[in-house]
């Protein structure tokens, strides 16, 4: 089966994870795949393939060759929530030819005036949504290129040490390691598959929380309320003016961190707020954390009733720390790239995977590309030669590895 195969049999496997839930996997849908991804892998020779009860599916590839190392690769399987996952009908767009890409009839344009990147797919085949949905490239484009390398390594039959391979769940609610089993997996180090161009080599990511304040209203008749009423959506207004307007997604880049408001829900007696905080630097991840209970203070001291309560925990911390012991990993990737006519490029992940919290486990494991872009959207596309590429490059490190 080729990349282009499987890719457009996994995404037609809806697996949008959600964090309301309290299961693990967080939604059924996750363990349909995985239990499909069992089957395909018996079928092409993984005997010992074989899924979690909490949806994790695992695989070896025996050795070939006697090697030190065992190396793994590991892709998840859900999609996120943000836009629907379910019903997605993918466009194949051949010999892409530079132009705008009409996205069915939803309305919607896939152009490189707004993605100049898509110009350098002149050529190449993409494969889009129709306007309606995301297309699960993060991260089905990653396992499809994990299950086609290993298919490969088992016909070509080329020296080569042990191989595991890892499914995960729920990862786009950042809980794609909670059960992952590190010690049964047996890797020396690994690499998550869930990059974006072709090319990329990831070793930085970053810390992460989540915040969630609670303000706690007082509930007055307007026509009496003078004095009386605390309108905890205005205090939620107040709170968040009083952080950094410039430190958030939509205006910044790179380095720079940010803090996150992703959703709000209130009324006059109760408001709840959701945020997420990112810096790649430690120090600077507690300073935003400490302006948001400043925040929360300073408004517990001008309101008698204190209605705004702060609780911030951590989600995952930057895995460069944990890389930098073990540079044969990142030298192992930079080598096959290379091998394969791809020049590394090494950039901070303006996010995270669960190649961050496997590293803090025990399991260095920086994360490669999978040639999508515009993940989490109905803009979504990947680069099929790309992913081909991905692929041999994955098979090419499985020889590399010592």
């Known amino acids: 089966m080729s990349v282009q195969e499987m890719f457009l049999d996994l995404v037609s496997y809806p697996t949008t994870s959600d964090d309301t839930t309290g299961a693990t996997p967080s939604t059924p849908g996750q363990k349909v795949l995985g239990a499909h991804i069992v089957d395909i892998m018996q079928k092409m020779g993984i005997e010992d393939a074989y899924m979690t009860d909490t949806g994790y ?25 943000g836009v629907s996952g379910e019903n997605i009908k993918p466009q194949v767009i051949k010999d892409y030819d530079g132009q705008d890409i009409p996205l069915g009839t939803s309305g919607l344009t896939l152009s490189p005036t707004d993605f100049p990147p898509m110009l350098g797919h002149k050529g190449k085949t993409l494969i889009t949504t129709d306007g309606t949905t995301l297309l699960g490239g993060d991260d089905k484009a990653g396992v499809a290129e994990i299950l086609c390398a290993a298919q490969e390594i088992l016909a070509e039959k080329k020296p080569h040490g042990r191989v595991k391979l890892g499914f ?22 690994a690499y998550t598959v869930d990059g974006g161009a072709l090319g990329e080599l990831e070793y930085e990511n970053f810390n992460a929380a989540a915040a969630v304040v609670e303000v706690s209203g007082v509930s007055i008749h307007p026509g009496a309320a003078k004095g009386k009423m605390v309108n905890s959506a205005t205090v939620a207004m107040e709170f968040c003016g009083m952080l950094p307007q410039n430190a958030v997604p939509e205006h910044t880049e790179g380095y720079e961190g940010f803090i996150h408001l992703v959703g709000i829900q209130g009324d006059v007696e109760h408001t709840r707020m959701q945020f997420i905080i990112r810096d790649h630097d430690g120090e600077l991840l507690e ?68 190649g961050a919290r496997l590293s803090y486990m025990g399991l260095p494991c920086p994360n490669i590309c999978t040639g999508g872009a515009n993940a989490h959207g109905k803009l979504e596309y990947v680069v099929v030669e790309d992913m081909e590429k991905i692929k041999d490059i994955i098979k090419t490190a499985v020889e590399t590895v010592e």
């Open 168 to 189: 995960t769940p729920d990862e786009e609610i950042g809980q794609g390691a909670d059960h992952f089993d590190v010690e049964g997996f047996g890797c020396d180090f």
């Open 57 to 81: 599916v695992y695989g070896t590839i025996p050795a070939t060759a006697e090697r030190k190392n065992t190396v793994g690769f590991v892709a998840h399987m859900d999609t996120c929530s």
């Open 287 to 354: 300073q935003k954390n400490q302006l948001m209970r400043d925040a929360a203070a300073y408004l517990n001291q001008k309101y008698p009733t204190q209605p705004v309560q702060v609780s911030i925990t951590e989600s995952y911390r930057n895995m460069k720390e944990q890389i930098l012991p073990h540079w044969e990993v990142i030298e192992v990737m930079e080598k096959s790239m290379r091998q394969n006519g791809v020049e590394p490029i090494t950039m901070p992940i303006r996010g995270g995977t669960d």
